[in-house]
């Protein structure tokens, strides 16, 4: 289990090395159904299975378009987070036992982005959105257990936005650190 966790952060240093600044592209964003999703597809399976045990045309249109939709909203989900740029600012330095304070700056030039959850773990702290040409200012809190320089780890990025049965996610490595 080591080696896959060892060899998992290697894979992830050389896919998306650490920068200060990122823009999230088509190499940067992962999308997988949802449980939602999952039952979504199921239910689509039963619905043509139906269709063509019944040979009921209305139960195939009814299937397809479903379908359809679910791959139209696939595309959404990743392009709510494609372009988005996100900026690792200066942390505030704090004491040993008290919470470091990480800000970052989320923007946006084309259009407005909805539903973007960040944190470091499950379940991500923050939901925002975004508005186009503005940035958004996000803080972020993680325990500074001993002294010296903190890293903060991997972020991740995520959006369920428009339908919930996808998820588009990114872990970016923003390269913020707190005294």
Do not use: K
Not at 69 to 78: I, N, R
Not at 120 to 126: G, K, T
């Amino acid at each position: 289990m080591n080696s896959l966790h060892q060899w998992l952060n290697q894979w992830w240093q050389r896919r998306m090395p650490p920068s200060s600044r990122i823009q999230l592209g088509q190499r940067q964003i992962f999308i997988v159904p949802t449980l939602t999703g999952w039952a979504f597809g199921g239910a689509l399976l039963l619905m043509l299975l139906v269709a063509i045990n019944y040979q009921n045309s209305l139960a195939y249109a009814l299937a397809f378009l479903l379908g359809s939709l679910g791959l139209l909203a696939a595309l959404h989900t990743w392009h709510n987070l494609a372009g988005l740029e996100l900026q690792g600012l200066r942390a505030a330095p704090c004491f040993a036992g008290e919470r470091a304070v990480f800000r970052l700056q989320l923007g946006s030039a084309d259009r407005v982005r909805h539903g973007i959850a960040l944190g470091w773990r499950a379940p991500l702290p923050v939901l925002t959105e975004v508005e186009t040409g503005n940035g958004r200012a996000v803080m972020l809190e993680m325990p500074a257990l001993e002294r010296g320089w903190l890293q903060a780890p991997r972020l991740r990025v995520e959006t369920r936005f428009p339908l919930a049965i996808w998820v588009a996610w990114s872990q970016i490595d923003l390269d913020m650190q707190a005294l």
